[in-house]
């Protein structure tokens, strides 16, 4: 099964130890086909510019890819930033595109502990 990781599950699972995941979530990392959005890549490089981490997007994709075996998705923006535009429960643009990316690939899961994208993507996991 597919599913996705949102920018702040990709910080917690590479760098920030480990955290505690439900049972399910744990069977989607060990078993499941996991992607992450290239909005996920934007978003931890700006939060690097800014220093709220210090790792560049590229070494925490690295570390992801190859201890999880994330990959980047390669899906078609356009129906990505369409659905996108439906998702205003949120002015966050990272948000937006990460929940439409899961949404567009068959209503994935998506792997976050983010309460506000739980309350709106009922296929939140953590």
């Not at 309460?115 to 296929?123: D, N, Q, T």
Request: some cysteine; hydrophobic content about 45%.
């Amino acid at each position: 099964m597919i599913a996705y990781l949102d920018t702040n599950a990709v910080i917690r699972l590479s760098i920030g130890g480990k955290p505690r995941l439900s049972r399910e979530t744990s069977r989607l990392i060990e078993e499941g086909e996991l992607r992450i959005s290239p909005m996920v890549l934007l978003e931890l490089e700006l939060l690097n510019e800014i220093r709220r981490i210090k790792y560049l997007a590229s070494d925490l994709q690295s570390k992801i890819e190859h201890e999880l075996g994330v990959h980047v998705c390669d899906l078609p923006f356009a129906p990505i930033a369409s659905a996108a535009l439906y998702e205003k429960w949120t002015r966050d643009p990272f948000d937006r595109i990460i929940v439409a990316h899961a949404k567009i690939n068959g209503l994935a899961p998506l792997i976050s502990s983010d309460e506000k994208i739980a309350a709106h993507y009922p296929r939140t996991i953590w």
